[in-house]
């Protein structure tokens, strides 16, 4: 209760904490004691007719009820009621206490009063500057007859009779309340000591009733309704199922309680049996103490090739680690990053040796054609060795390496393993990491300790995987870098690849400057298009244009059939490939720029051949594969040979086509119908080679009678200009000397030469501009059995690319102009 007019109990002795103690002995010695102070409680005798017939003080309580044959100190704060319980004091020491049926109310009235009440004789006064502390001792129920005042309250009451019939009923009752107040007092239960010692002493069914009912923690209103209920009975069963209810209320509590102290005791004991394991496990020498740790990382402090700065800062963590307990989470968390630490290769470097003859010769080993690129890494290896040789004669040579290279290419032309083959030639560690998909920049640069499961980036990783600070590194897939909310993982790259601030590289994670200039960052993409450009200008760039068939000729018989043999389990002595059938697995089974689906290809031939010497028991000492044995254990073929026409056609034109896995020959076909002078376009044609046709076709329009053609015929026919396999996307403008060709060819009626292929943008004003893919396309010609290639005038300095082998079997014809080309097609 608050300090207004309410009961507040006093201090109280908790009964009971020490489950090991006879509860029953307890109560029967201070049954005795209580005898012995006090003798057995008298009855207060009252004359109750007088007391009905006189006019009592009513004062009302806020909240909470006061039984009779129960006690309470009382505070009064509100004047009209100081002032009534003064006057009582003064006189019969009388009062009836009724409780308000709503406790905020500061100045009820009577309709806010319950009209049944307990008539109270006030025992003892503590009386302060602002409330009035009372001991109110509870006599009998009663009811109100009347207000005679309102101001204070005084009134008229009527002392209430209990009905009691006493039966075996009233006696198993008032025995299962006091087993019940028994047991809440066992499992902890605060109850005043005087009530106590009251219920211990003897009481009726009514007394021990109201004395438990002061104890139970209920509601006013439930309060009041055991306090109005005559009935002993019936308000005894009221009284059980409340103490019923709190003392399931006190098991769950108890067993909440048990639970926590079982899992704090359980956790004591794993934690002695984990120190005892400990002790255990140093004595065996299966553990080191983190004091020994603390020494032995000291030692390798010592050792290790790096700044000042960075010892100092490393210092302070093992310091930091010798204060900490070992059950300390953050002991395992600087562990975890001293280990990291210390297993980077500080200092270390391969000797290697960079002698320019030795990787030519490893190059030319290793890998077939790509002139160029072994070029261009020759040179790189060059600059490198002159490095060396500066270092040696003086003391303030450049150890950066000269530039990031970036091989781009299809996939499968062999841009990992020349990788491997410049670690090779250099004498150096090779490692790779492959960035396909990476999203989150802490992926390159690590996560920063603060976070669970922490670690170092994919540069530090493959660093202390390598064991040296200047590794071959390859960093695969860079054009298949992603970004999100996370971050742009390709931006991270940039002081990494960059060698005027890679010298001081901080990773996250380790938070300490580490030294990559000496790493020999090699990177790979499919397609330059998806590189940021701020990554793009740190990279030198060095194109694969992919191999030719005659390439991944020699490649399958110098390399890729001895590695599937190998593979297989079968001799490379005893079976033997035609030359005829590897060249019908390369055209007929294959499209691709590189060689893998060439090898797939190959070890399936080979695992067909090894199980067919098994079943079959083949006794020949030497087997030899033919293009009929091929399609025996291939199928039939996955490709058609592209050939050129069997006779000279009008409309029809041969060009040629760069693909992403070589190139090949295109055929334009034009066919005009009567009409308006309409072009259709079809064969899944893209937006350039469209606007091509629609070039080509203005041309011949302005140059009509320069062609030969009639005006009036070009507007009376409608024009279809077919590219066939339809399903084949087609795009950009290398194929408008084709279609102007074919354009001019139909109108003339005048065939074109089956023996000629052509390539060239061509203008509206009838130029032939330069084109890419020169050398993919010439070998597809050559291929298709072309005799003669028109080529723009342009072009003749890419000559020089084209395999000797189409050279000699193909004439290349210039031409800057579409009358040089008409000239050579047309019959």
Known sequence: MTNQDHSEKPPQDELAKDSTLDIDQEIAELEKMTQNLFGKPQPTKLDLGAIEEAILPIIPIKEGVLYPSTESVLTFGRKLSQKSVRKALKGSKLVVLVTQKRSNLEEPTVDDLYMVGTLATLERALDTTTQLNV???????????????????????????????????????????????????????????????????????????????????????????????????ERMRLVAARL????????????????????????????????????????????????????????????????????????KEIKKMRQMSPYNPETGYLRSWLDAFFELP????????????????????????????????????AVLQHKQNLEKSSDKADQTIPTILCFVGPPGVGKTSIGRSVAEALGRKFTKVSLGGVRDEAEIRGHRRTYVGAMPGRIINGIKQAGTMNPVFMLDEVDKLASDYKGDPSSALLEALDPEQNFGFEDHYLDVPFDLSQVLFITTA??????????????????????????????????????????????????????????????????????????????????????????????????????????????PEDYDETLTEKTNQVGLATGLA?????????FVEVALTPGKGQIKLTGKLGDVMKESAQAALTYVQANAKKLGILPSKIDKSNIHIHVPEGAVPKDGPSAGVTITTAIVSAFTKTPVRKTVAMTGEVTLRGRVLRIGGLKEKA????????????????????LEDIPKSVKDNVKFVPADHVDQVLKVALC
């Open 779 to 798: 070998i597809a010609a050559h291929r298709a059995g072309s005799q003669i290639v028109i080529i723009p005038k342009d072009n003749l300095r890419d």
């Open 526 to 635: 499919n397609n330059l298009e998806t590189i940021p450009p701020a990554l793009r200008d740190r990279l030198e760039i060095i194109p694969y244009t992919g191999y030719t068939s005659e390439e991944k000729f020699f490649i399958a018989k110098d390399h890729l059939l001895e590695k599937v043999l190998k593979a297989n389990g079968l001799s490379d002595k005893s079976i033997v490939f035609q030359d005829d059938a590897v060249e019908k697995v390369i055209s007929r089974y294959t499209r691709e720029a590189g060689v893998r689906d060439l090898e797939r290809n190959l070890s399936k031939i080979t695992r067909k051949l090894a199980r067919e010497l098994l079943t079959k028991k083949v006794t020949k000492k030497l087997l030899t594969i033919t293009p009929e044995k091929v399609r025996e254990y291939l199928g």
């Open 244 to 315: 019923s209810h709190e003392i399931e209320i006190l098991k769950i509590e108890k067993d909440v309680v048990n639970k926590t102290q079982t899992k704090m005791s359980q956790a004591m004991r794993e934690n002695v049996l984990r120190e005892r394991l400990r002790t255990i496990q140093k004595e065996l020498g299966e553990v080191e103490d983190e004091a020994e740790m603390a020494d032995e990382y000291d030692k390798k402090l010592r050792k290790l090739k790096c700044t000042p700065e960075i010892k100092e800062k490393v210092a």
């Open 346 to 381: 500080w200092g270390k470097l391969s000797k290697g040796n960079y002698d320019i003859g030795k990787a030519e010769k490893i190059l030319a080993k290793n890998h077939y054609g790509l002139p160029k690129v072994k070029e261009r890494i020759l040179e790189f290896i």
């Open 135 to 233: 001991l109110a001792r509870g006599i009998e129920r009663v009811g109100i007859i009347e207000f005679t005042q309102t101001s204070p309250f005084y009134g008229k009451i009527k002392v209430l009779k209990e009905v009691l019939n006493k039966d075996s009923e009233s006696e198993a009752l008032a025995k299962h309340l006091q087993q019940e107040f028994h047991n809440s007092i066992q499992m902890g239960r605060s109850v005043e000591f005087l009530s106590f010692m009251k219920l211990m002493s003897g009481a009726t069914e009514s007394e021990l009733t109201d004395q438990i009912a002061s104890t139970l923690t209920n509601s006013t209103k439930e309060k009041q309704k055991i306090l109005e209920t005559l009935d002993v009975k």
């Open 658 to 666: 760069w693909t992403s896995v070589g190139g090949d020959v295109l």
